[in-house]
């Protein structure tokens, strides 16, 4: 199987590279250096002759999003639009990856699949659009919606917490954000079942297992630092004036990989203590 993988230097770009590597797929990794998905022209002229073509490009700067709306907007709505209409004619199918911040966050119990967007802000409005987009440009696409991605590969929530724990003695981190905590290297092998699974067209959502807050993730973050976890302090949303809203509530339900027979990913704290050596290997004494 021929796959092409657009964004393939970013965080979960590495590690999906990497898998099909592994596994023996013929895989073309590029970036915004070898095709702007933002122009049409570029993305005929780039995509040709493959079997499934992952997006994992994105504008995902959440705050700068509020202020460059029209800018995320290219990137997240017109970019899949291209790349959906692209997929289509060459008869390849589109994995695109979404986020939970299509939703508002004011759930108390998961998301599912089916649920309407209702999006907060800019990013969120963007990413909707952009879902919209593959939806209406091919008949043969997958839409993966994931939250709180952490990996090796790129700056993440486990990383800055590590560089704010060599240079502070407590970090305070907010209780009421709930979500879950997903490594990039398990949604990278969730994309390659649902492909290999031959899933129908739809949307699914690959987040780990179970739920979290921020306060204990960090918690948990200092453990495999060896480090006390006491020393992360409660706090909440409202201390931080940041530009752009965010969910406070993120839990994504996976009735829809269940009911195709894909295994969901495992609980969020088992993944996190398998992953934490190489997320953290550069702290590491």
């Given at each position: 199987m021929r796959w092409m993988v657009v964004g393939a230097k970013g965080m979960l770009g590495t590690d999906l590279v990497t898998r099909l590597v592994a596994e023996g797929h013929d895989v073309m990794a590029v970036d915004r250096t070898e095709v702007d998905?933002?122009?049409?022209?570029?993305?005929?002229?780039?995509?040709?002759k493959v079997d499934v073509v992952v997006n994992v490009a994105a504008f995902t700067a959440v705050d700068s999003a509020e202020e460059n709306e029209a800018e995320a907007f290219l990137a997240n709505a017109v970019g899949p639009q291209h790349?959906?209409?692209r997929c289509k004619k060459i008869g390849a199918r589109?994995?695109?990856?979404?986020t939970d911040y299509v939703f508002d966050g004011s759930n108390s119990s998961p998301y599912l699949e089916s649920g309407a967007a209702n999006p907060a802000?800019?990013?969120?409005?963007?990413?909707?659009?952009?879902?919209w987009a593959v939806r209406a440009g091919t008949d043969d696409y997958i839409i993966v919606r994931t939250a709180w991605l952490y990996?090796?590969?790129g700056t993440c929530f486990p990383k800055t917490m590590a560089e704010l724990s060599n240079k502070n003695s407590t970090l305070s981190v907010v209780t009421d954000e709930v979500g879950q905590p997903t490594w990039t290297a398990d949604l990278a092998d969730l994309i390659l079942r649902l492909v290999l699974a031959e899933v129908p067209s739809g949307t699914y959502h690959g987040t780990s297992s179970g739920r979290t807050n921020w306060h204990s993730f960090a918690q948990a973050i200092m453990t495999s630092l060896g480090k006390d976890p006491d020393i992360v302090k409660?706090?909440?949303?409202?201390a931080f004036q940041r530009p752009a809203p965010r969910p406070s509530f993120s839990v994504l339900g996976h009735n829809q990989l269940v009911a195709v027979g894909v295994d969901p990913i495992g609980n969020w704290l088992e993944r996190w203590n398998e992953a934490a050596p190489a997320v953290l290997?550069?702290?590491?004494?």
């Open positions: 998905i933002t122009n049409e022209a570029s993305v005929e002229h780039a995509i040709d790349l959906a209409r589109l994995v695109h990856i979404s802000g800019a990013y969120g409005r963007t990413k909707a659009a952009g879902e990996g090796a590969h409660e706090t909440t949303a409202a290997a550069e702290f590491k004494d």
